[in-house]
C-alpha cells in the first residue's frame, strides 16, 4: 500500500493541472454508523426531491457489491464502476438514467479494484470523473454503512457529509464514533450535518440531536448541524416493499413532506453559488483521496 501511495502522489506531481471550470457541483456524502437506519432510501429520496425543484441531481452508489440505490430504483444498470476501471464503457455509458429520471451510477465491485491499479490507470479514471462536472450540479455519494477507510475518503471528498441517525441507542452511539472519525482526519473540511430518521415526533428528533451536539462539542471540540428528520412512517415500508421511494409512491405522507422539506434547506445553505468562494475542481478532490 506504501508503495501504492507512492505511485499516486508521482501522479499529482506530473499530471498537468486541469482548469477548474465552473467548480459549482455540490459534492454530498451520505454515511452512517451502522446498518439498517435507511441511508440509501434518504438519497433516492432526497434526490427525487432536489429533481422537483429543478435540480439535476446525480446518486453515486459507492456502497460497493450490495447496491441498493438501483434496487430502490427498481434498475438493473448494464455497467458499474468496474466496466469504467476495466474501459469497457466511458463515463457517459455508464451514468444509468432511472424511470423516475434520476440518474445513478452504480459502484459494483469497483473499489476493491481500485486499490490495485496502476498509476496511468487511476489517472484515467480520475479524467473520466471531471467529467461529472459538466453533467450535474449535485453529486450525492451513498456511501456503505459503518466506518472503514473507503467510507472516510468519499467523506473527505464532499463539501457536506450527511449523518444517518436513527433514535436507537446503538445507532446514535455508532453515529457518534463516525463523526469522531472523521474529526480526527485533521485534513477534512467537509461540513457535518445529522439527520435523524424513523423519529417518534419533532420533540424526539431534537432530543437526539442535542445528545449528539453536546458530546460532540464536550468531547471533540467539534460542532455538527441538524439537516433535519425524517419522522417515522408506515408508507415508508410500503413503498420499500413496492420498490418505489416513498416521495412517488406517496407525496402527502409524512416522510414525502419532511424529505422535501430537507431538500429545500439543503438548497437554500448551497454555499457554492458564492463565486467570491475558491472553488476545487472535481479531479483535485479526486487525487486527494488517493494521495492521503
Known sequence: ?????????????STKPVEDKAGNMKIITIASGKGGVGKSNFTVNLSLCLKQQQKNPIILDADFGLANVEIILGERPKFNLAHLIREECDLKSLITKSKYE??????????????????????SIGKSLVQLEDMTDILLIDTGAGINDIVVKFCMLAHEVYVIVTP???????????????RSNFTMQSKIKVVINKASSKQ???????????????????????????PYDEKVLSAVKSQIP???YDKKS??????????????TNHTLSDKTQEKTSWINRFKRIFTN
Open 168 to 182: 436507537e441507542p446503538t445507532s446514535i452511539t455508532d453515529g457518534y464514533a463516525l463523526i469522531k472519525t472523521l
Open 246 to 248: 416513498v416521495v412517488i
Open 1 to 13: 500500500m506504501n508503495d501504492q501511495a507512492e505511485q499516486l502522489r508521482k501522479i499529482v506531481s
Open 102 to 123: 434520476i440518474s445513478f451510477i452504480s459502484g459494483g465491485s469497483g473499489i476493491n479494484e481500485m486499490f490495485f491499479l496502476p498509476p496511468d490507470k487511476i489517472e
Open 254 to 267: 409524512k416522510a414525502s413532506e419532511a424529505y422535501y422539506q430537507i431538500s429545500k434547506n439543503l438548497l
Open 204 to 230: 424526539e428528533a431534537h432530543e437526539v440531536f442535542t445528545k449528539l451536539f453536546y458530546v460532540c462539542k464536550n468531547f471533540l471540540n467539534s460542532e455538527i448541524e441538524y439537516a433535519g428528520y425524517i
